[in-house]
């Protein structure tokens, strides 16, 4: 984490963090509610969603792109009480115990491809056959173009799990290829 030298007044030198991405894990069902909530607090939270068609239910569903996780914009030296106490926060993702920003890069990507609402549109294709430890791009859907790294496969052979910064998702094979 960057700091920058900030002298007040008194002459006195302290030190300011820059405003940073975390992924913030909250309890089940409380993304929406956490999200208005901090943002109405002046803190630039986000909570993509994705749109697309359940065969189950014969329709279109909105459902979160990440259930659990949303984004916050902080400065974690002086926010992270208040963001890690808000309700229905359960904490600040990170390595071990210490918070760790992600790619600003990341959060970017995903709202480029965010209609109205935070909510991103489907897509889907095919690919080969993908292995642990395999350096894959994302080729379609809401996180086209992100490079991950391949950290499990399922027994259906249509999904893998991949790694990305601090966040495991599992996305259809489909939507990949080998980098």
Not at 21 to 38: A, C, E, H, Y
Not at 59 to 64: E, H, L
Not at 98 to 110: F, G, K, Q, R
Request: net charge positive; glycine share 8%; hydrophobic share 35%.
């Amino acid at each position: 984490m960057l700091a920058l030298p900030l002298t007040s007044n008194a002459g006195k030198t302290r030190l300011m963090s820059k405003l940073e991405w975390f992924v913030v894990m909250s309890k089940p069902g409380r993304q929406d509610d956490i999200t208005i909530r901090l943002n109405g607090a002046g803190y630039p939270a986000f909570n993509p969603k994705l749109n697309q068609y359940s065969k189950k239910r014969g329709q279109y569903t909105v459902q979160p792109l990440f259930p659990l996780y949303i984004f916050v914009k902080l400065n974690i030296e002086k926010d992270f009480k208040t963001i890690n106490y808000t309700r229905g926060v359960l904490r600040i993702l990170g390595i071990g115990k210490v918070p760790h920003p992600i790619s600003e890069n990341i959060v970017l990507a995903l709202q480029e491809r965010c209609k109205e609402g935070d909510v991103i549109e489907a897509k889907y294709c095919f690919e080969d056959e993908m292995k642990v430890g395999d350096k894959v791009q994302i080729t379609n859907g809401p996180l086209e173009g992100i490079e991950a790294v391949v950290s499990g496969t399922y027994n259906d052979k249509q999904r893998v799990e991949i790694l990305f910064e601090l966040i495991k998702v599992s996305v259809n094979k489909n939507s990949l290829k080998k980098t």
